[in-house]
Protein backbone atom coordinates (compact mmCIF):
# COMPACT_ATOMS: atom_id res chain seq x y z
CA UNK A 1 0.00 0.00 0.00
CA UNK A 2 1.15 3.37 -0.84
CA UNK A 3 1.88 5.93 2.01
CA UNK A 4 -1.06 8.14 2.77
CA UNK A 5 -1.01 11.93 2.63
CA UNK A 6 -2.34 13.52 5.14
CA UNK A 7 -3.34 17.44 5.83
CA UNK A 8 -3.67 18.77 9.33
CA UNK A 9 -5.36 21.73 9.87
CA UNK A 10 -4.02 23.30 12.42
CA UNK A 11 -3.62 26.29 15.36
CA UNK A 12 -0.79 26.05 18.07
CA UNK A 13 -0.45 23.42 20.51
CA UNK A 14 -3.03 21.00 19.90
CA UNK A 15 -2.17 21.07 16.03
CA UNK A 16 1.53 20.83 16.68
CA UNK A 17 1.65 18.29 18.57
CA UNK A 18 -0.91 16.10 16.42
CA UNK A 19 1.45 16.99 13.70
CA UNK A 20 4.26 16.28 15.06
CA UNK A 21 2.59 12.93 15.52
CA UNK A 22 1.94 11.97 12.15
CA UNK A 23 5.67 13.71 11.26
CA UNK A 24 6.63 10.63 13.28
CA UNK A 25 3.82 8.26 11.88
CA UNK A 26 4.19 8.54 8.43
CA UNK A 27 6.65 6.44 6.63
CA UNK A 28 7.62 9.55 4.83
CA UNK A 29 7.36 13.09 6.98
CA UNK A 30 7.26 14.45 3.66
CA UNK A 31 3.49 12.73 3.13
CA UNK A 32 2.34 15.82 5.54
CA UNK A 33 0.84 18.79 5.26
CA UNK A 34 -0.11 21.16 8.03
CA UNK A 35 -2.04 24.06 7.02
CA UNK A 36 -2.03 26.43 10.12
CA UNK A 37 -3.57 29.59 11.11
CA UNK A 38 -2.53 32.77 11.15
CA UNK A 39 -5.15 34.76 12.83
CA UNK A 40 -3.01 35.23 16.28
CA UNK A 41 0.01 36.64 14.25
CA UNK A 42 0.88 40.26 15.13
CA UNK A 43 3.41 42.84 14.81
CA UNK A 44 5.50 43.91 18.02
CA UNK A 45 8.45 46.13 18.83
CA UNK A 46 8.25 46.33 14.56
CA UNK A 47 8.77 42.19 14.63
CA UNK A 48 6.29 39.90 12.57
CA UNK A 49 5.11 37.11 14.89
CA UNK A 50 3.32 34.54 13.69
CA UNK A 51 2.62 32.12 16.88
CA UNK A 52 0.85 29.25 15.54
CA UNK A 53 3.33 28.65 12.47
CA UNK A 54 6.22 28.90 15.10
CA UNK A 55 4.68 26.37 17.40
CA UNK A 56 4.31 24.18 15.11
CA UNK A 57 7.59 25.00 13.19
CA UNK A 58 9.35 24.50 16.63
CA UNK A 59 7.56 21.23 17.69
CA UNK A 60 8.40 19.57 14.03
CA UNK A 61 11.48 20.66 14.69
CA UNK A 62 11.77 19.07 18.12
CA UNK A 63 12.96 22.01 19.48
CA UNK A 64 9.96 23.64 21.33
CA UNK A 65 9.75 23.56 25.28
CA UNK A 66 7.44 20.49 25.83
CA UNK A 67 6.72 21.70 29.70
CA UNK A 68 5.41 25.32 28.72
CA UNK A 69 4.02 24.10 25.40
CA UNK A 70 5.29 27.18 23.08
CA UNK A 71 9.04 28.72 22.60
CA UNK A 72 12.06 26.95 22.11
CA UNK A 73 13.48 24.76 24.91
CA UNK A 74 16.89 26.41 26.71
CA UNK A 75 15.57 29.34 25.81
CA UNK A 76 17.20 33.17 27.37
CA UNK A 77 16.03 36.43 27.32
CA UNK A 78 18.96 38.57 27.02
CA UNK A 79 17.01 40.92 24.37
CA UNK A 80 14.00 41.55 25.88
CA UNK A 81 15.38 41.98 29.28
CA UNK A 82 17.36 44.97 27.41
CA UNK A 83 14.61 46.22 25.57
CA UNK A 84 12.64 46.40 29.15
CA UNK A 85 15.23 48.68 30.44
CA UNK A 86 15.14 50.73 27.06
CA UNK A 87 11.92 51.73 27.94
CA UNK A 88 9.56 48.99 26.12
CA UNK A 89 6.71 47.04 27.08
CA UNK A 90 7.07 43.61 27.23
CA UNK A 91 4.35 41.75 27.87
CA UNK A 92 4.93 39.74 24.86
CA UNK A 93 7.06 37.25 26.04
CA UNK A 94 10.31 37.06 23.38
CA UNK A 95 13.22 34.74 23.86
CA UNK A 96 16.55 35.29 22.54
CA UNK A 97 16.48 32.02 20.50
CA UNK A 98 12.71 33.28 19.37
CA UNK A 99 13.53 36.40 18.23
CA UNK A 100 16.16 35.06 15.54
CA UNK A 101 12.41 33.57 14.04
CA UNK A 102 10.91 36.84 14.14
CA UNK A 103 13.80 38.78 12.92
CA UNK A 104 14.44 36.71 9.91
CA UNK A 105 10.96 36.52 9.01
CA UNK A 106 10.17 40.18 8.97
CA UNK A 107 13.13 41.16 6.62
CA UNK A 108 11.95 38.60 4.62
CA UNK A 109 8.18 39.76 4.50
CA UNK A 110 9.66 43.52 4.24
CA UNK A 111 11.72 42.82 1.35
CA UNK A 112 8.66 41.30 -0.31
CA UNK A 113 8.49 37.26 0.17
CA UNK A 114 5.00 36.01 0.92
CA UNK A 115 4.81 34.67 4.28
CA UNK A 116 4.48 30.98 2.95
CA UNK A 117 7.98 31.26 1.56
CA UNK A 118 10.10 32.40 4.21
CA UNK A 119 7.89 29.67 6.16
CA UNK A 120 8.84 27.22 3.73
CA UNK A 121 12.63 28.84 4.00
CA UNK A 122 12.55 28.35 7.99
CA UNK A 123 11.14 24.70 8.02
CA UNK A 124 14.12 23.93 5.58
CA UNK A 125 16.51 25.12 7.64
CA UNK A 126 15.34 23.45 11.02
CA UNK A 127 15.41 20.48 8.95
CA UNK A 128 11.18 19.67 9.33
CA UNK A 129 10.04 17.90 6.56
CA UNK A 130 6.53 18.23 6.43
CA UNK A 131 5.13 21.31 4.72
CA UNK A 132 4.16 23.98 7.05
CA UNK A 133 1.61 26.35 5.70
CA UNK A 134 0.37 29.88 6.15
CA UNK A 135 -3.51 29.04 5.83
CA UNK A 136 -3.07 32.64 3.90
CA UNK A 137 -0.57 34.90 2.96
CA UNK A 138 -2.60 37.61 3.45
CA UNK A 139 -3.39 39.58 6.21
CA UNK A 140 -5.88 38.27 8.81
CA UNK A 141 -6.92 38.98 12.11
CA UNK A 142 -8.71 37.63 14.91
CA UNK A 143 -10.32 40.17 17.33
CA UNK A 144 -12.33 39.53 20.33
CA UNK A 145 -15.17 41.59 21.85
CA UNK A 146 -15.30 41.21 25.46
CA UNK A 147 -17.10 43.27 28.06
CA UNK A 148 -13.95 45.09 28.19
CA UNK A 149 -14.45 46.10 24.20
CA UNK A 150 -12.53 44.95 21.29
CA UNK A 151 -9.23 43.26 21.88
CA UNK A 152 -6.75 42.30 19.49
CA UNK A 153 -6.02 38.90 19.25
CA UNK A 154 -2.39 38.54 21.61
CA UNK A 155 -3.64 41.53 23.72
CA UNK A 156 -6.64 39.13 25.29
CA UNK A 157 -4.29 35.98 25.00
CA UNK A 158 -1.50 36.59 26.09
CA UNK A 159 -1.40 40.28 28.06
CA UNK A 160 -5.00 39.66 29.57
CA UNK A 161 -4.14 35.81 29.74
CA UNK A 162 -7.60 35.17 27.80
CA UNK A 163 -9.65 36.26 30.86
CA UNK A 164 -11.63 37.88 29.41
CA UNK A 165 -15.49 36.49 28.30
CA UNK A 166 -15.40 36.51 24.50
CA UNK A 167 -19.15 37.27 23.47
CA UNK A 168 -18.02 37.60 19.72
CA UNK A 169 -14.99 36.89 17.90
CA UNK A 170 -14.30 38.51 14.41
CA UNK A 171 -11.69 38.19 11.83
CA UNK A 172 -10.36 41.22 9.78
CA UNK A 173 -8.89 40.68 6.78
CA UNK A 174 -10.48 36.89 6.05
CA UNK A 175 -13.23 37.34 3.76
CA UNK A 176 -10.89 38.93 1.63
CA UNK A 177 -7.74 36.41 2.62
CA UNK A 178 -6.81 34.22 -0.50
CA UNK A 179 -5.30 30.75 0.27
CA UNK A 180 -1.32 30.35 0.18
CA UNK A 181 0.27 28.43 -2.43
CA UNK A 182 -0.57 24.72 -2.16
CA UNK A 183 -3.39 24.83 0.14
CA UNK A 184 -6.48 23.89 -1.38
CA UNK A 185 -4.45 21.35 -3.10
CA UNK A 186 -3.37 20.36 0.45
CA UNK A 187 -6.78 20.30 1.53
CA UNK A 188 -8.75 18.28 -1.28
CA UNK A 189 -5.29 15.59 -1.98
CA UNK A 190 -4.83 14.28 1.14
CA UNK A 191 -5.49 10.83 1.89
CA UNK A 192 -6.80 12.17 5.79
CA UNK A 193 -7.90 15.19 6.27
CA UNK A 194 -7.80 16.28 10.21
CA UNK A 195 -9.09 18.88 12.11
CA UNK A 196 -6.70 19.51 14.79
CA UNK A 197 -7.92 19.43 18.89
CA UNK A 198 -7.36 23.49 18.39
CA UNK A 199 -9.75 26.10 19.57
CA UNK A 200 -12.84 26.04 17.12
CA UNK A 201 -13.38 30.11 17.25
CA UNK A 202 -9.72 31.03 17.45
CA UNK A 203 -7.85 28.75 15.25
CA UNK A 204 -10.15 26.89 13.25
CA UNK A 205 -12.47 29.03 11.79
CA UNK A 206 -9.68 31.72 10.61
CA UNK A 207 -8.53 28.37 8.23
CA UNK A 208 -12.03 27.41 7.44
CA UNK A 209 -12.99 30.91 6.59
CA UNK A 210 -10.16 31.82 4.18
CA UNK A 211 -12.43 31.49 0.88
CA UNK A 212 -12.00 28.50 -0.64
CA UNK A 213 -10.77 26.53 1.99
CA UNK A 214 -13.99 25.26 3.65
CA UNK A 215 -15.94 24.97 0.27
CA UNK A 216 -12.35 22.62 -0.39
CA UNK A 217 -13.36 20.74 2.77
CA UNK A 218 -16.92 20.23 1.79
CA UNK A 219 -16.52 19.20 -2.00
CA UNK A 220 -13.97 16.47 -0.57
CA UNK A 221 -16.96 14.52 1.03
CA UNK A 222 -18.90 15.02 -2.27
CA UNK A 223 -16.17 13.65 -4.03
CA UNK A 224 -15.81 10.85 -2.28
CA UNK A 225 -12.61 11.42 -1.62
CA UNK A 226 -10.78 10.21 1.81
CA UNK A 227 -12.39 10.91 5.44
CA UNK A 228 -12.33 13.78 6.83
CA UNK A 229 -11.62 14.02 11.08
CA UNK A 230 -11.97 16.02 13.59
CA UNK A 231 -10.36 15.99 17.06
CA UNK A 232 -11.95 17.28 19.94
CA UNK A 233 -10.43 19.91 21.89
CA UNK A 234 -12.61 19.17 24.78
CA UNK A 235 -12.29 16.37 27.04
CA UNK A 236 -14.59 15.79 30.46
CA UNK A 237 -16.26 19.51 29.34
CA UNK A 238 -13.45 20.91 29.85
CA UNK A 239 -10.36 22.75 27.36
CA UNK A 240 -7.15 20.62 27.16
CA UNK A 241 -5.45 23.60 26.82
CA UNK A 242 -6.47 27.42 26.77
CA UNK A 243 -9.81 29.20 26.75
CA UNK A 244 -12.24 26.61 24.37
CA UNK A 245 -14.87 25.62 27.05
CA UNK A 246 -15.14 29.60 28.34
CA UNK A 247 -15.32 30.64 24.63
CA UNK A 248 -17.92 27.60 23.86
CA UNK A 249 -19.95 28.69 26.71
CA UNK A 250 -19.78 32.55 25.83
CA UNK A 251 -21.35 32.12 22.31
CA UNK A 252 -23.80 29.79 23.25
CA UNK A 253 -22.44 26.34 22.27
CA UNK A 254 -22.53 22.85 24.56
CA UNK A 255 -19.22 22.78 26.59
CA UNK A 256 -18.34 19.21 25.55
CA UNK A 257 -17.39 16.86 22.59
CA UNK A 258 -21.45 17.47 21.46
CA UNK A 259 -20.80 21.02 21.91
CA UNK A 260 -17.63 20.52 19.16
CA UNK A 261 -19.00 17.73 17.22
CA UNK A 262 -22.08 20.23 16.35
CA UNK A 263 -19.80 23.12 14.88
CA UNK A 264 -17.98 20.30 12.53
CA UNK A 265 -21.14 18.33 11.38
CA UNK A 266 -21.40 18.10 7.70
CA UNK A 267 -17.96 19.29 7.32
CA UNK A 268 -16.11 16.13 8.79
CA UNK A 269 -16.13 12.57 8.28
CA UNK A 270 -15.31 10.95 11.41
CA UNK A 271 -15.62 13.11 15.41
CA UNK A 272 -12.66 11.79 17.17
CA UNK A 273 -13.62 12.45 21.43
CA UNK A 274 -11.64 10.91 24.61
CA UNK A 275 -12.55 7.92 25.91
CA UNK A 276 -14.09 9.86 29.02
CA UNK A 277 -16.54 10.91 26.48
CA UNK A 278 -17.64 7.42 25.42
CA UNK A 279 -21.51 8.64 26.34
CA UNK A 280 -21.28 10.77 23.86
CA UNK A 281 -20.99 8.61 21.34
CA UNK A 282 -24.62 8.44 20.52
CA UNK A 283 -25.64 11.39 20.27
CA UNK A 284 -22.87 12.86 18.18
CA UNK A 285 -23.41 9.61 15.93
CA UNK A 286 -27.22 11.19 15.42
CA UNK A 287 -25.27 14.04 14.03
CA UNK A 288 -24.25 12.01 10.78
CA UNK A 289 -20.43 11.42 12.20
CA UNK A 290 -18.74 8.27 12.60
CA UNK A 291 -17.25 8.39 15.88
CA UNK A 292 -13.47 7.22 17.57
CA UNK A 293 -13.38 7.39 21.39
CA UNK A 294 -9.65 6.96 22.44
CA UNK A 295 -7.11 8.67 24.57
CA UNK A 296 -6.79 12.26 22.79
CA UNK A 297 -4.59 13.59 24.91
CA UNK A 298 -0.56 13.75 23.64
CA UNK A 299 1.87 13.77 26.28
CA UNK A 300 4.96 13.28 24.61
CA UNK A 301 5.99 12.29 21.17
CA UNK A 302 5.22 8.56 22.03
CA UNK A 303 1.35 9.60 22.85
CA UNK A 304 1.26 11.86 19.28
CA UNK A 305 2.67 9.09 17.73
CA UNK A 306 -0.29 6.75 18.66
CA UNK A 307 -2.75 9.27 18.19
CA UNK A 308 -1.63 9.82 14.46
CA UNK A 309 -1.26 6.13 14.33
CA UNK A 310 -5.22 4.91 15.69
CA UNK A 311 -6.82 8.21 13.39
CA UNK A 312 -4.81 6.62 10.22
CA UNK A 313 -5.69 3.35 11.14
CA UNK A 314 -9.56 4.39 11.57
CA UNK A 315 -9.85 5.47 8.65
CA UNK A 316 -8.29 2.37 6.76
CA UNK A 317 -4.91 3.37 6.27
CA UNK A 318 -3.23 1.14 9.28
CA UNK A 319 0.65 1.71 9.03
CA UNK A 320 2.97 -1.25 9.89
CA UNK B 1 33.19 80.80 36.30
CA UNK B 2 30.33 78.91 34.69
CA UNK B 3 30.49 75.83 33.73
CA UNK B 4 31.86 75.17 29.63
CA UNK B 5 29.92 73.59 27.63
CA UNK B 6 31.39 71.11 25.01
CA UNK B 7 30.32 69.90 21.45
CA UNK B 8 32.73 66.44 20.31
CA UNK B 9 32.71 65.30 16.71
CA UNK B 10 32.88 62.15 17.05
CA UNK B 11 33.13 58.85 15.36
CA UNK B 12 33.28 55.64 17.27
CA UNK B 13 35.46 54.47 19.81
CA UNK B 14 38.00 57.47 19.87
CA UNK B 15 35.08 59.71 19.71
CA UNK B 16 33.01 57.23 22.74
CA UNK B 17 36.06 57.39 24.83
CA UNK B 18 37.20 61.33 24.59
CA UNK B 19 33.33 62.08 25.09
CA UNK B 20 33.24 60.11 28.03
CA UNK B 21 35.93 61.81 29.71
CA UNK B 22 34.14 65.22 29.13
CA UNK B 23 31.53 63.93 30.75
CA UNK B 24 33.26 62.99 33.81
CA UNK B 25 34.86 66.20 33.71
CA UNK B 26 32.27 68.38 33.29
CA UNK B 27 30.06 69.50 36.49
CA UNK B 28 27.22 68.81 34.44
CA UNK B 29 27.61 66.28 31.90
CA UNK B 30 24.59 67.78 30.42
CA UNK B 31 26.80 70.51 29.40
CA UNK B 32 28.37 68.03 26.95
CA UNK B 33 27.03 67.63 23.24
CA UNK B 34 28.23 64.68 21.28
CA UNK B 35 27.82 64.71 17.21
CA UNK B 36 27.95 61.52 15.74
CA UNK B 37 29.01 59.93 12.74
CA UNK B 38 26.24 57.86 10.54
CA UNK B 39 27.98 57.37 7.51
CA UNK B 40 28.91 53.84 8.66
CA UNK B 41 25.21 53.20 9.66
CA UNK B 42 23.79 49.68 7.97
CA UNK B 43 20.83 47.50 7.68
CA UNK B 44 21.24 44.09 8.05
CA UNK B 45 18.56 41.43 8.80
CA UNK B 46 16.05 44.42 8.48
CA UNK B 47 17.41 46.02 11.76
CA UNK B 48 18.62 49.80 11.19
CA UNK B 49 22.67 49.11 12.96
CA UNK B 50 24.09 52.74 13.48
CA UNK B 51 27.55 51.42 14.97
CA UNK B 52 28.59 54.75 15.75
CA UNK B 53 26.14 55.88 17.65
CA UNK B 54 26.00 53.00 19.75
CA UNK B 55 29.81 53.00 20.30
CA UNK B 56 29.05 56.50 22.11
CA UNK B 57 25.78 55.18 23.86
CA UNK B 58 26.94 52.36 25.49
CA UNK B 59 30.66 54.17 26.54
CA UNK B 60 28.36 57.15 27.78
CA UNK B 61 26.03 54.66 29.52
CA UNK B 62 29.33 52.77 30.78
CA UNK B 63 28.04 49.27 29.45
CA UNK B 64 30.21 49.04 26.97
CA UNK B 65 32.91 46.46 26.80
CA UNK B 66 36.05 47.98 27.07
CA UNK B 67 38.44 45.34 26.22
CA UNK B 68 36.94 44.68 22.56
CA UNK B 69 36.04 48.47 22.20
CA UNK B 70 32.73 47.99 20.80
CA UNK B 71 29.36 46.40 21.61
CA UNK B 72 28.06 45.74 25.14
CA UNK B 73 30.07 44.17 28.03
CA UNK B 74 28.49 40.54 28.98
CA UNK B 75 26.79 40.20 25.80
CA UNK B 76 25.61 36.65 24.99
CA UNK B 77 24.79 35.32 21.14
CA UNK B 78 21.82 33.24 21.34
CA UNK B 79 19.88 35.02 18.46
CA UNK B 80 22.73 35.27 16.46
CA UNK B 81 23.38 31.79 16.74
CA UNK B 82 20.08 30.56 15.95
CA UNK B 83 20.17 33.04 13.00
CA UNK B 84 22.77 31.32 11.56
CA UNK B 85 20.82 28.03 11.94
CA UNK B 86 18.27 29.33 9.93
CA UNK B 87 20.37 30.10 7.07
CA UNK B 88 21.49 33.81 7.50
CA UNK B 89 24.89 34.98 6.98
CA UNK B 90 26.15 36.10 10.47
CA UNK B 91 29.33 38.16 9.68
CA UNK B 92 28.70 40.83 11.23
CA UNK B 93 28.30 39.73 15.37
CA UNK B 94 25.20 41.39 16.82
CA UNK B 95 24.98 40.93 20.70
CA UNK B 96 21.71 39.40 22.27
CA UNK B 97 21.63 42.85 24.14
CA UNK B 98 23.21 44.88 21.40
CA UNK B 99 20.32 43.58 19.78
CA UNK B 100 17.81 45.30 21.52
CA UNK B 101 18.49 48.95 20.78
CA UNK B 102 18.48 47.55 16.94
CA UNK B 103 14.85 46.44 16.86
CA UNK B 104 13.86 49.38 19.48
CA UNK B 105 15.66 51.81 17.00
CA UNK B 106 14.31 50.08 13.68
CA UNK B 107 11.07 49.77 15.34
CA UNK B 108 10.82 53.72 15.77
CA UNK B 109 12.21 54.59 12.85
CA UNK B 110 9.94 52.91 10.31
CA UNK B 111 7.27 54.25 12.75
CA UNK B 112 8.21 57.33 11.14
CA UNK B 113 10.58 59.08 14.24
CA UNK B 114 13.87 60.63 13.36
CA UNK B 115 16.76 58.74 14.21
CA UNK B 116 17.84 61.44 16.68
CA UNK B 117 14.45 61.47 18.46
CA UNK B 118 15.10 57.66 19.01
CA UNK B 119 18.47 58.41 19.49
CA UNK B 120 17.56 60.55 22.09
CA UNK B 121 14.82 58.19 23.80
CA UNK B 122 17.76 55.61 23.74
CA UNK B 123 19.90 57.64 25.80
CA UNK B 124 17.91 58.62 28.52
CA UNK B 125 16.79 55.16 28.96
CA UNK B 126 20.24 54.41 29.75
CA UNK B 127 20.47 57.12 32.00
CA UNK B 128 23.04 58.94 29.32
CA UNK B 129 23.14 62.79 30.55
CA UNK B 130 24.58 64.05 27.77
CA UNK B 131 23.49 64.93 24.36
CA UNK B 132 23.91 62.40 21.50
CA UNK B 133 23.47 63.62 17.97
CA UNK B 134 23.76 61.60 14.91
CA UNK B 135 25.08 64.60 12.61
CA UNK B 136 21.44 63.90 10.46
CA UNK B 137 18.43 61.74 10.39
CA UNK B 138 19.18 61.90 7.06
CA UNK B 139 20.73 58.67 5.16
CA UNK B 140 24.74 59.08 4.64
CA UNK B 141 26.46 56.28 3.68
CA UNK B 142 30.33 55.95 3.22
CA UNK B 143 31.15 53.84 0.25
CA UNK B 144 35.28 52.85 -0.37
CA UNK B 145 36.72 52.72 -3.53
CA UNK B 146 39.52 49.47 -3.48
CA UNK B 147 41.56 46.92 -5.44
CA UNK B 148 38.54 44.68 -5.32
CA UNK B 149 35.47 47.48 -6.39
CA UNK B 150 33.11 49.63 -4.37
CA UNK B 151 32.32 48.52 -0.87
CA UNK B 152 30.19 49.36 1.70
CA UNK B 153 31.51 50.61 4.34
CA UNK B 154 30.87 47.70 6.68
CA UNK B 155 31.55 45.14 4.07
CA UNK B 156 35.40 47.12 4.13
CA UNK B 157 35.29 47.39 7.88
CA UNK B 158 33.77 44.40 9.52
CA UNK B 159 33.84 41.70 6.75
CA UNK B 160 36.90 42.27 5.50
CA UNK B 161 38.06 43.27 8.83
CA UNK B 162 39.39 46.80 6.64
CA UNK B 163 42.05 44.84 4.49
CA UNK B 164 41.69 46.45 1.43
CA UNK B 165 43.55 49.61 0.23
CA UNK B 166 41.82 52.40 0.13
CA UNK B 167 41.56 54.20 -3.02
CA UNK B 168 38.89 56.82 -2.58
CA UNK B 169 35.84 57.25 -0.28
CA UNK B 170 33.09 58.54 -0.76
CA UNK B 171 29.80 59.76 1.13
CA UNK B 172 26.53 59.08 -0.68
CA UNK B 173 23.71 60.96 0.46
CA UNK B 174 26.03 63.77 1.63
CA UNK B 175 25.73 66.48 -0.46
CA UNK B 176 21.91 65.92 0.38
CA UNK B 177 21.47 65.55 4.04
CA UNK B 178 20.55 68.40 6.59
CA UNK B 179 21.81 68.88 10.33
CA UNK B 180 20.25 67.00 12.44
CA UNK B 181 17.71 69.48 14.77
CA UNK B 182 20.17 70.53 17.01
CA UNK B 183 23.57 69.96 15.39
CA UNK B 184 24.19 73.31 14.10
CA UNK B 185 23.56 75.33 17.66
CA UNK B 186 25.51 72.29 19.17
CA UNK B 187 28.06 73.20 17.04
CA UNK B 188 28.23 76.80 17.22
CA UNK B 189 27.24 77.74 20.78
CA UNK B 190 29.84 75.42 22.48
CA UNK B 191 32.68 77.16 24.61
CA UNK B 192 35.14 74.16 23.72
CA UNK B 193 34.77 72.87 20.16
CA UNK B 194 36.59 69.14 19.76
CA UNK B 195 37.31 67.45 16.84
CA UNK B 196 37.59 63.40 18.61
CA UNK B 197 40.24 61.25 17.55
CA UNK B 198 38.54 59.87 15.06
CA UNK B 199 39.25 58.64 11.38
CA UNK B 200 39.48 61.63 9.32
CA UNK B 201 38.10 59.82 6.36
CA UNK B 202 35.74 57.59 7.44
CA UNK B 203 34.50 59.35 11.14
CA UNK B 204 35.06 63.09 11.19
CA UNK B 205 34.69 63.84 7.22
CA UNK B 206 30.90 62.79 6.87
CA UNK B 207 30.16 65.08 9.97
CA UNK B 208 31.59 68.02 8.59
CA UNK B 209 30.47 67.56 5.24
CA UNK B 210 26.86 67.21 5.98
CA UNK B 211 25.73 70.78 4.40
CA UNK B 212 26.29 73.48 6.86
CA UNK B 213 27.96 71.94 9.49
CA UNK B 214 31.94 72.89 8.00
CA UNK B 215 30.65 76.54 7.91
CA UNK B 216 29.41 76.33 11.58
CA UNK B 217 32.83 75.24 12.54
CA UNK B 218 34.73 78.02 10.24
CA UNK B 219 31.94 80.56 11.49
CA UNK B 220 32.96 79.75 15.18
CA UNK B 221 36.86 81.08 14.23
CA UNK B 222 35.73 84.14 12.44
CA UNK B 223 33.30 84.78 15.18
CA UNK B 224 35.65 84.64 17.57
CA UNK B 225 33.77 82.16 19.67
CA UNK B 226 35.55 79.75 21.81
CA UNK B 227 38.52 77.01 20.96
CA UNK B 228 38.57 74.48 18.19
CA UNK B 229 40.52 71.57 18.89
CA UNK B 230 41.45 68.54 16.49
CA UNK B 231 43.05 65.23 18.78
CA UNK B 232 44.97 63.34 16.25
CA UNK B 233 44.35 59.38 15.95
CA UNK B 234 47.46 59.20 14.37
CA UNK B 235 50.79 58.55 17.72
CA UNK B 236 54.09 57.77 16.58
CA UNK B 237 52.99 57.18 12.90
CA UNK B 238 50.29 54.96 13.62
CA UNK B 239 46.72 54.85 14.17
CA UNK B 240 45.51 54.26 17.78
CA UNK B 241 42.91 51.95 16.25
CA UNK B 242 41.60 51.37 13.07
CA UNK B 243 42.54 51.72 9.38
CA UNK B 244 43.65 55.35 9.60
CA UNK B 245 47.32 54.86 8.82
CA UNK B 246 46.65 52.85 5.53
CA UNK B 247 44.19 55.34 4.28
CA UNK B 248 46.04 58.03 5.00
CA UNK B 249 48.90 56.59 2.79
CA UNK B 250 46.67 55.24 0.08
CA UNK B 251 44.88 58.86 -0.23
CA UNK B 252 48.52 60.64 -0.44
CA UNK B 253 48.52 62.26 2.96
CA UNK B 254 51.97 61.56 5.60
CA UNK B 255 51.20 59.37 7.69
CA UNK B 256 52.11 61.46 11.45
CA UNK B 257 50.24 63.85 13.66
CA UNK B 258 51.35 66.43 11.06
CA UNK B 259 49.65 64.55 8.25
CA UNK B 260 46.03 64.76 10.33
CA UNK B 261 46.91 68.64 11.35
CA UNK B 262 47.14 69.97 7.83
CA UNK B 263 43.73 68.19 6.75
CA UNK B 264 42.19 70.21 10.07
CA UNK B 265 44.20 73.44 9.31
CA UNK B 266 41.85 76.55 8.92
CA UNK B 267 39.21 74.82 10.48
CA UNK B 268 40.75 73.84 13.99
CA UNK B 269 42.42 76.19 16.34
CA UNK B 270 44.44 73.78 18.65
CA UNK B 271 46.00 70.61 17.48
CA UNK B 272 46.62 67.96 19.97
CA UNK B 273 49.50 65.61 19.91
CA UNK B 274 50.59 63.02 21.50
CA UNK B 275 54.06 63.77 23.91
CA UNK B 276 55.26 60.75 21.19
CA UNK B 277 55.06 62.93 18.85
CA UNK B 278 56.64 66.57 20.39
CA UNK B 279 59.19 66.89 17.54
CA UNK B 280 56.31 68.04 15.35
CA UNK B 281 55.12 70.73 17.14
CA UNK B 282 57.15 73.43 15.15
CA UNK B 283 55.73 72.00 11.58
CA UNK B 284 52.34 72.07 13.21
CA UNK B 285 52.97 75.47 14.58
CA UNK B 286 54.15 76.51 10.95
CA UNK B 287 50.12 75.75 10.16
CA UNK B 288 49.22 78.45 12.04
CA UNK B 289 47.68 76.20 14.57
CA UNK B 290 48.38 76.14 17.91
CA UNK B 291 49.79 72.73 19.33
CA UNK B 292 49.24 70.90 22.83
CA UNK B 293 51.31 67.58 22.72
CA UNK B 294 50.02 65.25 25.48
CA UNK B 295 49.22 61.58 26.49
CA UNK B 296 46.18 61.25 23.64
CA UNK B 297 46.30 57.42 24.38
CA UNK B 298 42.98 57.33 26.97
CA UNK B 299 43.10 53.49 28.59
CA UNK B 300 40.17 53.75 31.07
CA UNK B 301 37.50 56.31 32.25
CA UNK B 302 40.74 58.10 34.37
CA UNK B 303 42.86 58.62 31.42
CA UNK B 304 39.56 59.91 29.48
CA UNK B 305 39.16 62.48 31.90
CA UNK B 306 42.26 63.56 32.73
CA UNK B 307 42.69 64.43 28.73
CA UNK B 308 39.22 66.27 28.35
CA UNK B 309 40.26 68.22 31.44
CA UNK B 310 43.52 69.09 29.81
CA UNK B 311 41.95 70.27 26.55
CA UNK B 312 39.15 72.11 28.98
CA UNK B 313 42.57 73.70 30.34
CA UNK B 314 44.20 74.54 27.41
CA UNK B 315 41.28 76.69 26.11
CA UNK B 316 40.91 78.86 29.64
CA UNK B 317 38.37 75.83 30.93
CA UNK B 318 40.55 74.90 33.96
CA UNK B 319 38.21 72.47 35.95
CA UNK B 320 38.26 73.09 39.86
Redesign the interface.
Known amino acids: MSSPRVTVLAGGVGGARLAHGFALALPRPSDLDVVVNVGDDTEL ?3 WISPDLDTVLYTLAGLNDEERGWGLRG ?2 Y ?6 A ?4 DTWFTL ?3 D ?3 H ?2 R ?2 AL ?2 GQPLSTVTA ?2 AA ?2 GVAPRLLPVTDDRVATVLTTPSGRLAFQEYFVRRQHADAVLDVAYEGLADARPAPGVLDAVTGADLLVVAPSNPFLSVEPVLGVPGVRDAVRARGEAGAGRRVAVSPIVGGQAVKGPAAQILETLGHEVSALGVARLYAGLVDVMVIDSADAHLETAIGDLGLDVLATDTIMGGPAGRERLARELLSAVGHALP
Request: charged share 25%; hydrophobic share 40%; proline share 0%.
Open positions: HGLETATLEQMRLGEGDKLATVVTARSRLSL
